[in-house]
């Protein structure tokens, strides 16, 4: 028996370009964000340079209360946990939606679909979406589904780790 808590919807559906079958869950608040933050996490092991999230870009958005949180969205499972998930993150003026997946197990087309749907269902909420440039495949999913190029641009950064500047220790000093 599955626990009851978070989880909405459970369904069996072939939605895999390799032979690992998954299966896609319907789950809110700190599950879902949990199951994102694995996604995320296997993504980055898949591909070290891919796509535009990090785990802890999700955990930090989590830190104050969205009108997004407690939404039922879809998330992929295979043997090992997480592999997919649609994301929809409220900001003050926009949602933005997110298609969270690791590399060649599901196909990002019906984790858009899915973010899709979930969008439908909140008529008159401005959404957007970031793409990499360099992701044709979403970025064409995005204006099929009636998104238009934007001039403004965003960026990511990335540093290796032997870079990193030091971390100096703090000591406490206490009033006597």
Same mark, same amino acid.
């Given at each position: 028996?599955?626990?009851?808590?978070?989880?909405?919807?459970?369904?069996?559906?072939?939605?895999?370009?390799?032979?690992?079958?998954?299966?896609?869950?319907?789950?809110?608040?700190?599950?879902?964000?949990?199951?994102?933050?694995?996604?995320?996490?296997?993504?980055?092991?898949? /591909?070290?340079?891919?796509?535009?999230?990090?785990?802890?870009?999700?955990?930090?958005?989590?830190?104050?209360?969205?009108?997004? /949180?407690?939404?039922?969205?879809?998330?992929?499972?295979?043997?090992?946990?997480?592999?997919?998930?649609?994301?929809?993150?409220?900001?003050?003026?926009?949602?933005?939606?997110?298609?969270?997946?690791?590399?060649?197990?599901?196909?990002?087309?019906?984790?858009?679909?899915?973010?899709?749907?979930?969008?439908?269902?909140?008529?008159?909420?401005?959404?957007?979406?970031?793409?990499?440039?360099?992701?044709?495949?979403?970025?064409?999913?995005?204006?099929?589904?009636?998104?238009?190029?934007?001039?403004?641009?965003?960026?990511?950064?990335?540093?290796?780790? /032997?870079?990193?500047?030091?971390?100096?220790?703090?000591?406490?000093?206490?009033?006597?």
């Amino acid at each position: 028996m599955m626990p009851a808590r978070g989880l909405i919807a459970l369904s069996r559906r072939s939605i895999r370009l390799t032979n690992v079958v998954v299966r896609r869950e319907l789950l809110q608040g700190v599950e879902r964000l949990n199951a994102t933050t694995t996604v995320l996490q296997r993504a980055r092991l898949a /591909d070290p340079f891919g796509g535009m999230w990090e785990a802890a870009d999700v955990q930090w958005w989590w830190r104050r209360p969205r009108a997004t /949180d407690e939404l039922a969205l879809p998330v992929w499972f295979d043997e090992v946990g997480a592999v997919a998930a649609a994301g929809l993150t409220a900001w003050d003026d926009t949602w933005q939606a997110d298609v969270f997946a690791v590399p060649s197990i599901v196909d990002e087309r019906d984790v858009w679909a899915a973010t899709m749907e979930a969008t439908a269902r909140h008529r008159g909420t401005a959404v957007e979406v970031l793409v990499p440039e360099h992701d044709a495949r979403l970025a064409g999913l995005a204006i099929q589904s009636g998104f238009g190029m934007t001039d403004e641009l965003s960026g990511t950064t990335w540093m290796d780790a /032997d870079q990193r500047p030091p971390v100096y220790a703090r000591r406490r000093i206490r009033a006597r």
